[in-house]
C-alpha cells in the first residue's frame, strides 16, 4: 500500500520482508501526496467517479516482492455506480520491477483516526489474490507503520481475514467463517477503530471479530483508507498459487464510507 504497505503477512514470512518494505516505503515517496496530509472528517463516496479531492491512484510502482504485480492508474475505473480494479497482464509504466501482472490501488489523500471504515464490495474467487479493503500509514506519511486489515483471500471466498499491524508489529490474523460466498455478489464490510481501546470487524451490520490489545498494541496514528487487487508470488502457502485465467479479473466496489468518531 504504499508505495506504502507490504502489507498481510503470515508469520514465516513477517520478519523476512521488513528489509523489502522499507525499500518499497521508500520507493514511493516522491509518487504520493505531502506527509503533512490533513486529517479528514466523515464522507461516503458513492464511487460514481474519481474524486481527485479525496483520492488517488497508485501509478508505476510496486508494493514489493510478495506483490507479483505493479499499480497502473487506469486500472481503477468507474462505471454504473460502481469502482472497478482491473488485474491483466498489462505492461506496468516505469517497469515496476519487472512485474507480470498489472492492477489498481486506491488511497484517500487525507489520513483519517477513530471512526468507522465501511465499505460494499464484491471480491475476485481465484486463488493466489486478495481483494482488500484497509487503512495504512507508514514513513511515507512521516509516521512508523500502523494498519488494520479486511482481506478476502481468492484461494477460499467464503472467509475474511482481518489483521492488524502497530509499529510495524502484526502477527494479529484472524479467519473469519462468512457463510456467504464474498464473491458471488456484494456485501458491507466495516472496521469499527475506537479511541477506547478495541477495534472492532463487521459484515453486513454483524460483529464478527474484536480486539482489545491483548495480543499486542493497537493502532494509533491517523491512516490513509485504501483497497487493492493484487496476486501475491511466493506465498503459496498463504493463499495459494495464482495462474493468471486468460482474461482479466476484477474486484468491484459499490460505495465507501468513514464516520468520525
Known amino acids: 500500500m504504499r508505495s506504502p504497505t507490504t502489507r498481510h503477512r503470515t508469520q514465516f514470512r513477517r520478519w523476512l520482508l521488513a528489509p523489502l518494505v522499507a525499500l518499497s516505503l ?8 505531502a506527509a503533512n496530509a490533513a486529517i479528514g472528517g ?4 458513492n464511487l460514481n467517479s474519481f474524486d481527485t479531492g479525496r483520492w488517488h491512484k497508485a501509478d508505476g510502482w510496486s508494493n514489493g516482492a510478495m506483490f507479483n504485480v505493479g499499480w497502473r492508474a487506469d486500472h481503477v475505473w468507474f462505471n454504473g455506480g460502481v469502482m ?24 484517500t489523500n487525507d489520513l483519517f483516526s477513530y471512526g468507522r471504515f465501511e465499505t460494499r464490495m464484491m471480491a475476485v474467487k481465484r486463488p493466489g489474490t486478495v481483494t482488500s479493503f484497509f487503512t495504512y500509514t ?4 512521516g509516521q512508523p507503520w500502523d494498519e488494520i486489515d479486511i482481506e478476502i483471500l481468492g484461494k477460499n471466498t467464503t472467509q475474511m481475514q482481518t489483521n492488524y499491524f502497530t509499529n510495524g508489529v502484526g502477527g494479529h490474523e484472524k479467519i473469519i467463517n462468512l ?3 464474498a464473491a458471488a455478489g ?6 469499527e477503530w475506537w479511541n477506547r481501546g478495541t477495534i472492532n470487524w463487521f459484515v453486513d451490520g454483524r460483529l464478527v471479530h474484536q480486539e482489545n490489545g491483548s495480543r499486542g498494541p493497537l493502532p494509533t496514528r491517523p491512516q490513509r483508507i485504501m483497497a487493492n487487487f493484487w496476486p501475491g508470488i511466493g506465498v503459496d502457502s498463504w493463499l495459494g498459487p495464482f495462474v493468471y ?12 464510507r468513514y464516520t468520525r468518531y
Open 179 to 181: 457463510g456467504f460466498d
Open 84 to 107: 472497478g480494479i482491473n488485474l491483466d497482464t498489462a505492461t506496468c509504466p516505469g517497469g515496476c520491477s519487472g512485474k507480470p501482472y498489472a492492477s489498481g490501488e486506491y488511497r
Open 245 to 256: 485465467p486468460g482474461t482479466p479479473l476484477t474486484a468491484r466496489y459499490d460505495w465507501i
Open 138 to 141: 507508514g514513513p511515507s506519511d
Open 26 to 33: 521508500v520507493s514511493g515517496l516522491a509518487l504520493t501526496p
Open 186 to 191: 456484494y456485501h458491507t464490510y466495516a472496521i
Open 42 to 45: 466523515s464522507f461516503v463516496d
